[in-house]
Structures are given as C-alpha cells and as structure tokens.
C-alpha cells in the first residue's frame, strides 16, 4: 500500500515541526511550502492539504490568492487549523472578531456524528494561542464544533472537503486524535 502524503502549507507557525509530526505519527510523509509558494494543483502527489496557523494577515486577500485558489479547486480533503481556517473562512465571507486572548487548554464541544471527530467524546480539550475569533460560519460552511469564546471552534464546508479547526491540533491528545480523524478521510 502506497504511503499518503499531505501538503502542509506553512503559514508562519510557531509549530510546524509538531504540525508535521503528528501526520507522520498517523502514517503520512509530509512535504512544507510557504504561503506564498504553493503549487497551482496538488495532482496526484497529495492525499490532503493541511494550512498551519499564523500571525500574519488573514484579510490580505490578494496575497493568499492563490492559497484559497489551490484549496478551493483541490478534490483532497483540506484542514486550515487556526489562522488557516481563518484564511478560508474570510475568503468565503467571514468575519473575524477581536476577543479575550487565550492560551493553553480549552473545553469544546463537538458534533460527533462528523468523521473528523470519530475518535474523540462529544467534549474535547484543545490548545489555544490566539485573540480573532469566527463568530459564524461563513455561506457554504457549517459549524461542527463551539466553545464558550470561540462560536465557530471547528467547521466543514457543505460539500464535506474542507474543514477548519481555530484550535493549534498539533498539541494535546484530543488534538492529536481529530488529526486521526482527518486522516481516516484521505487513507
């Protein structure tokens, strides 16, 4: 059986070595390009893509053009975790609000008839590092998970391809294991 592969999209994490690991931990190899370096297609070379958190410019719609152009033309399953899912989500229509600053773990509560969350229990503890928050899903989109600060905590789009996560999955367990549950989409 051929080992999957996931293109992981730095953009700008303080985590990526984690990020990584945690695919290769579930049995993926991974290869890393910048935001601003990211292939038109993903061919067949990649079984998902993954965008990493950032400090950088979730509005700067021109320079993550071709970024929200390679997510939304893929036919691999797509998880933006934090600022990434905060880029998908302003390129379809969301609004980013500034709240309390968080940071460490964080209850959350989520639908759990979504395959993303096959291997966790309806409440999960996830890490956070952030203060812009999601407070609705953009059109296209639906809520699948919500915390007390964080409305929109996880998301899929209709289609069930792409999905977003406002919190850093490459740490702590529950994390660990919705990133298993991604990967059950594309193996």
Not at 52 to 69: C, E, I, Q, W
Request: some cysteine; proline content about 4%; aromatic content about 8%.
């Amino acid at each position: 059986m051929a080992t999957s592969r996931v293109l992981v999209v730095n953009n700008g994490t303080l985590s990526l070595k984690q990020l990584r690991a945690r695919f290769e931990d579930l049995g993926s190899e991974t290869d890393t390009v910048d935001a601003a370096s990211v292939p038109a297609s993903t061919g067949s070379r990649y079984q998902a893509i993954v965008l990493s958190g950032t400090k950088v410019r979730a509005y700067d719609s021109d320079f993550y053009k071709p970024l929200v152009d390679l997510v939304t033309t893929a036919d691999v399953p797509v998880l933006g975790i934090c600022g990434g899912m905060q880029i998908i989500a302003v390129a379809h229509g969301g609004r980013l609000e500034e709240g309390p600053q968080r940071v460490g773990g964080h209850e959350a509560q989520v639908d759990t008839d979504d395959p993303l969350f096959s291997h966790v229990k309806p409440t999960v503890t996830v890490f956070h590092r952030h203060t812009l928050y999601l407070r609705e899903a953009p059109e296209g989109f639906r809520t699948i998970g919500r915390s007390e600060l964080a409305p929109v905590e996880f998301l899929r789009s209709d289609d069930g391809r792409i999905y977003g996560a406002q919190a850093h999955l490459e740490f702590r367990k529950d994390g660990a294991e919705i990133l298993r549950g991604f990967a059950d989409l594309y193996r």
